[in-house]
């Protein structure tokens, strides 16, 4: 018996995709059948038919998930991934909270939350593809929605562990700066686990995976720290021009690393 997903008819958005990839990946070896249409009131009430972005009501227990109705609803997707207990991992991803604010807000309002009125530029064209073939035959894309859904809680999982890593890390104050000690040669998530920092860190300090010595790297938010002081001096193996990163040639210990970062510091 195939299981029936309903969403909103005309033009498909990454919001009900999402949510409806999310429910494919979760439900292994369920077949299903996505209508592209207003759903009845009999279809509405079923516990059993999934109703998504569209019906104007938030019921989980009857698998009801549309946010049109009330603006602090969160988007569709996001309804669907609390449902499923997906969205503390979900939500490790670093276009999670944005795909949400643009479906419910626009560009314009979630541009200007950003600092740009061109957020238009940054839309994907294979994503406006793909939604559109959606739109014209949401059944034969379900196989590559599962695939999707799947391989995104599979990435947020892993963003996820990352995540535990750093925030075990040391965090050492360094002036009035944060430095972020990780005894790994893997420096994944790092950037967008500093992003959620109430106080973020400045630098970041790693195994040299090329080398044996330390890696120093500057976060996104930290852009005159300038690593490219420091070339020319012996414990260096390499200092980047740009100023963003620099290894040393040997794992020295941490209080010369620490100087050393300290040198890279403004008005140091």
């Given at each position: 018996?195939?299981?029936?997903?309903?969403?909103?008819?005309?033009?498909?958005?990454?919001?009900?995709?999402f949510a409806?990839?999310?429910?494919?990946a979760t439900s292994p070896g369920v077949p299903f059948t996505i209508d592209r249409r207003e759903p009845s009131r009999a279809e509405l009430d079923h516990p059993d038919i999934w109703v998504v972005d569209i019906g104007e009501r938030l019921e989980p227990h009857l698998k009801n998930f549309d946010h049109h109705q009330d603006i602090t609803h969160r988007a569709s997707f996001v309804l669907v991934a609390d449902h499923l207990g997906l969205t503390p991992t979900l939500q490790t991803l670093p276009w999670f909270d944005f795909k949400d604010k643009i479906d419910r807000f626009g560009p314009a309002r979630t541009?200007?939350?950003l600092g740009t009125g061109k957020l238009r530029?940054?839309?994907?064209?294979?994503e406006e593809w793909y939604l559109d073939r959606f739109a014209a035959d949401p059944n034969a894309s379900m196989d590559l929605m599962r695939a999707f859904g799947i391989s995104m809680i599979k990435k947020a999982s892993g963003m996820a562990a990352r995540f535990a890593f750093w925030d075990k890390c040391k965090k050492i104050r360094l002036r009035d700066r944060l430095v972020v000690i990780g005894h790994t040669d893997d420096s994944d998530g790092s950037q967008e686990y500093n992003d959620t920092l109430p106080e973020p860190a400045a630098v970041l300090v790693t195994h040299d995976s090329r080398g044996k010595g330390w890696k120093m790297c500057r976060f996104d938010n930290a852009a005159d720290v300038n690593f490219s002081k420091l070339e020319g001096r012996s414990e260096i193996k390499f200092a980047h021009k740009t100023g963003f990163v620099a290894k040393t040639v040997e794992r020295i210990p941490l209080e010369q690393v620490l100087s050393l970062i300290e040198a890279s510091l403004p008005d140091a």
């Open positions: 018996m195939s299981h029936l997903i309903i969403t909103h008819p005309g033009s498909a958005h990454f919001d009900e995709f409806i990839a999310l429910i494919l541009g200007a939350e530029i940054t839309y994907s064209p294979f």
